[in-house]
């Protein structure tokens, strides 16, 4: 703010900034409860007759040398201020953001708990140090310790740091306190998992998108978050069958984005051959060669992968991005507030839309004692509060069009990540500029309408609080996909979200299933084959809610499962 209006004392006339310094205290002044109009300092009656009386001198010259004022060339009017009038001016403007500034912080001085607020990330074994010399130090032992540490120390803290520590925090979080193996299946199955049919269809589209934009022959299959490995091996198993078939060959290697050194070995067993090497090589990648005779290499980011100009891109994206942490941000009558993670000793957090009682009082949590009665799922030690004023994030769904007619009492939820991410898949998508690559995202959210208040924990097979536990349940959140696409729309573009069983029934899941079911001998796998089917596909179970998305460089016309054809 002063520098703003120290740039303006520079460039403009003397008489037309008087007169804006002049309006600008007048406004200060009024914004003070405290100060009545009659009370005006002394430096700003003494600018007010300056000015009056240099307006006057200027018009009289002006009408005597028959001359306008000077214009710069930018269009602001040129003058100079002599020193002592630019030192009363800087000096009162000064005084007057130093009161504006004290009227919205208050006096407390955040400073004074530098080198006591405990650190992301902190140690298990070791505590973080508070207050004077021999005051005792609390444990900290686990994220419920250390959040509750921190907000004691720094008061609420953001949703988006909350869900960090609790899936990624060295020592403590979800992902790195437990095999990864064990955390991949252990609260959670996903579409690959259930069924090779899922990956072997995603193959068959890799196919006819590669077939219509020319056949290729430098090819990179990326894929962020593999897991396990096998979508990607399902799905290389029937594109290179189908490429073998129509007599062609492809340069293939494949990119898996994956940090984890435990997935990259199981990863390695699942798309090699026992004989083929794990290897370093010369830039620090893992390499391999897969059962195709396909170069794998691994990169712990996307930015690690690299293209030559030649290549063309096809992206896999299944169940990563509802992995990302979020701001939540819910809307009141004084405009949008970030709800901030708070610490209550008995709250009771069920993650449901609130009541409009409750949504006005400012919390997402329901505070109250904890009966007998109330499952454990539900039972926290935390919740979510709306901040008191708006916080610089709260710029974020108040300049949005999206969110412009939302009602007073609506919750949403933002994933900064998910741009970044974007820009990295438009990238790859685009980075042959011939027209030739593609991605397809696949994560569960609503096709069209704004994702309202659904964060959750998944926790042993069941939905709980994502307050539960903190650090031993996975947290999840329904995907935008209408944000994705709005990302992706100026670069590249967007088909879908078409819903998984209908997308999946048009690439032919319904003919495989039931070329599997009859070469079963089995009646108990042609029992299992069904169940799986119906798994996927049925609205009631996988097929609804999960949603299919494909991004194609820009002019390419609809793809095979979103409306096009071979």
Known sequence: MFRGIQRTLFLRQETLSQRYLHSTTCKLNRGNKNTSENETSSADQELKKST???HSDALINS?????????????????K???????????????????????????HDVRENLGKIPQFPASASSSAHFGKAGTKTPAVNSLLD?????????????????????????????????????????????????????????????YAVWTTQGQPLAVNVVEFGPGRGTLVHDAMCVFSKFVEKAGKSVDGHIWLIEASPVLRKEQWKTLCSPDSRFETDENGFNTSISKWGNKITWADTEKDVKCSPNECNYVLAHEFFDALPIKSFTRTEKGWRELLVEHTQAVVNTQMKLPAAEEESGSAGSVCSVHNDVPEELRTEFHLTASIKETPSSNVP????????????????????????????????NNNGKGQGAALIIDYGPAAEIPLNLLRGIYKHKFVSPFFRPGEVDLSIDVDFGNLKSLAQPQVEAFGPTEQGEWLHTMGAGHRFDQLIKSANLMANKELLYESYV??????????????????????????GFGGSL
């Open 52 to 54: 009056e009386n240099e």
């Open 63 to 79: 009408k005597k040398n028959n001359q306008s004022p000077i214009i710069h060339e930018n269009g602001l009017y040129y003058g």
């Open 81 to 107: 201020f002599t020193k002592e009038e630019y030192k009363s001016a800087r000096a009162f403007v000064t005084s007057q953001y130093t009161k504006l500034e004290q009227e919205i912080k208050g006096t």
């Open 146 to 206: 250390l959040f509750q540490e921190t907000i004691k120390t720094t008061g609420p803290i953001s949703l988006l740091a909350y869900m960090r520590q609790c899936l990624t925090h060295p020592e403590l979080g979800y992902y790195t306190t437990r095999d990864p193996l064990e955390a991949l299946g252990g609260d959670f199955i996903t579409s690959p998992e259930i069924s090779s049919v899922f990956g072997e269809m995603i193959g068959i589209w890799l």
């Open 398 to 429: 108040r300049m949005s069009p999206r969110f412009a007619k939302l009602p007073v009492g609506s919750r949403i939820e933002i994933c900064a990540d998910a741009e970044l991410y974007m820009r990295r898949i438009m990238e790859l998508v």
């Open 535 to 560: 798994r996927l596909t049925d609205k009631d179970q996988m097929g609804k809610i999960y949603k299919f998305l494909a991004l194609m460089p820009k002019g390419s016309q609809a793809p095979v």
